[in-house]
């Protein structure tokens, strides 16, 4: 004979049970195979080229990677915005002003939208551009949810200027570069189908109330394909291959998933290296002897710029 508290307990659980076990069973039928992602139509754009990947540039360096000896080891595209002009000042008066290592030019340049309502910050960039040359500017609104776009207008400029350059690096602008690790690392470096970077495996957000909530409607899988962190090292042909494909694949408005998913359908795994580290985090006190020991470091802060990178390249500098 079933007891009266035994009833009780089935009654109050019994709901919960059921949307639990219901949730199990949606869950399981969630495709998350990465040879579905890769053929998905969901990610196929099959029709014309996608308008997220054909840009015009307002300000375009065409020329930058005509080196005078024509050997460009290493294009640096940092994405930027039209406010960070100090920043750009200390970068250029840093890492970026080494512009060549063994005799292997080293080209780096800023990456960025146009103001949505500011006229006078977007001539001053025409105008910072005159001083400094070294701006391309992409004829879309710089923001936060556009850094998909700023992403594939580097490919697609690395593409069009940049296809007899060796290797490409992209950066955000509170990143740092040792640009001497890098070029001799690249010495020997794979010419072909090489992706490096910080890699992560994550998941999509489902829980609504979290600042990134994904809905399946906007990405349907359970997990995402490999992806990495905000800065990333490819050989010139990943990065043609890149732009191609992102022509035509859906746009996403998380820039690194959206590599990710792009290198998923070409067939490339990106390879972890530790030496990109995305928690360097300088304006905790980390210093140029801790960046000796990597390829970028993420989260300096502005005035930490120069001090790190000066200690970076200081030989006598006990560490």
Known sequence: MVGKSTVVAVTKYFPAACVLLCLISLYSIIPDEEAII???????NTSQPAQHAN?????????????ANGDVLLVILVHSKPTERAMRTEIRESWASEKQVDGQEIVTLFVLGRSNDDRQLNDDLVNENKKYGDIILVDFIDSYDNLTLKTVACLQWTSQYCRKSKYFLKMDSDMMVNIRAVAKFLRTAPSKGFVTGEVAYTSPIRFRLRKWH????????????????????????????????????MFYRFEDVYI????????????????????????TGRTG???????????????????????????NKVC
């Open 38 to 44: 890769a053929t998905s139509s969901w990610y196929v």
């Open 55 to 67: 840009f015009d540039f307002l300000i375009s360096q065409s020329h930058r990677c005509e080196g």
């Open 214 to 249: 994904v809905s399946r409607k906007e990405y349907p899988y359970s997990k995402y394909p490999p992806y990495m962190l905000g800065t990333y090292l490819l050989s010139m042909d990943v990065v043609q291959q890149l732009y191609a494909t992102a022509k035509h694949t």
């Open 260 to 283: 990710g998913i792009c290198l998923r359908k070409i067939n490339l795994t990106p390879r972890y290296d530790e030496r990109f580290q995305v928690n360097f985090a300088a304006k």
């Open 289 to 315: 002897c801790e960046m000796k020991k990597l390829f970028v470091g993420h989260h300096v802060v502005q005035e930490y710029v120069h001090r790190v990178w000066e200690d970076m390249l200081d030989v």
